[in-house]
């Protein structure tokens, strides 16, 4: 299945940066989870990850609790 995240990032630039790189190293040691992307849909601070998984249960099992520099979650599952 494929998942899109969007959120808002609510950080500096290098921040994001620090992040976006920390999550794919993360996400690229978890089997059944693959990360294809993270994009920008509108402007700079709006983004979407694009991911890969074989189960949202391990999706969800994985995801970070809380980050205060995002906001304004949504997903949509394309199964």
């Not at 976006?20 to 693959?34: D, F, M, N, P, R």
């Amino acid at each position: 299945m494929l998942v899109i995240d969007y959120f808002n990032w609510k950080g500096t630039l290098d921040e994001r940066k620090k992040y976006e790189s920390e999550q794919k190293e993360k996400w690229a040691k978890i089997k059944g989870v693959k990360v294809l992307g993270v994009y920008t849909p509108t402007i700079a601070w709006n983004r979407a990850w694009v991911i890969e998984t074989d189960s949202f249960d391990t999706l969800l099992k994985n995801s970070d609790v809380y980050n205060p520099h995002i906001t304004n979650t949504d997903l949509v599952i394309l199964l």
